[in-house]
């Protein structure tokens, strides 16, 4: 009977600490990197604390690349999947919840243009990249520094996001 207890007690203290260790969230003190590549973003998760920082490290040598991390309204429940394949008006009602804005020139750690990377506020956001395919990166740098605060525009194809270049994280106290 002892024994049983022991197994019991055991097995509770196993299934508590997976528990706790499968909501674990990385450490707001250090940014968390990620990746963009021809075309979509590796390395981001899907649910971080508020306060935290993301940074862009661009792995392409040919397209540059962005993070537009924008915050959703509490009211929006349908998937980024979904939101994306909105047509580009109903798109661009979103764009007032921007929160950050970083790009990065091909093969190099990104800077932010718009907030600073961090995620400050609890609920959800859409991460996109909607960088016209095949833009020169120089032009799309210079256009983006005169553009002031605006989209820069600049000639390509069409923009990352319609590439699968899209993603979602949730931030949370």
């Known amino acids: ?14 299934l508590a600490a997976t528990a706790c260790a499968g909501d674990s969230l990385p450490p707001t003190d250090e940014p968390i990197v990620v990746t963009a590549v021809d075309y979509g973003f590796e390395g981001l998760p899907e649910k971080v604390r508020a306060g ?13 690349h962005e993070l537009v991390a924008i915050r959703l309204p509490d009211d929006e429940t349908r998937p980024v999947d979904e939101l994306v394949q909105l047509p580009p008006e109903q798109l661009a009602s979103f764009f007032p919840g921007v929160a950050t804005v970083v790009i990065a020139p ?5 800077f932010a243009v718009e907030g600073t ?9 859409a991460v996109i990249c909607v960088i016209p395919t095949g833009a020169d990166p120089a032009a799309y740098l210079e256009a983006a520094a ?28």
């Open 52 to 64: 935290t920082t993301l940074a862009l490290q661009n792995d392409s040598m040919v397209e540059v």
């Open 1 to 14: 009977m002892q024994r049983n207890r022991l197994i019991i007690a055991a097995l509770l203290g196993t």
């Open 146 to 173: 005169e553009a002031e605060g605006g989209p820069p525009e600049v000639a390509g194809g069409p923009p990352h996001i319609a590439m699968g270049m899209y993603g979602e994280v949730t931030v949370v106290e």
């Open 117 to 125: 990377g961090v995620l400050s506020e609890p609920g959800r956001y």
């Open 106 to 110: 091909p093969g190099e750690s990104g």
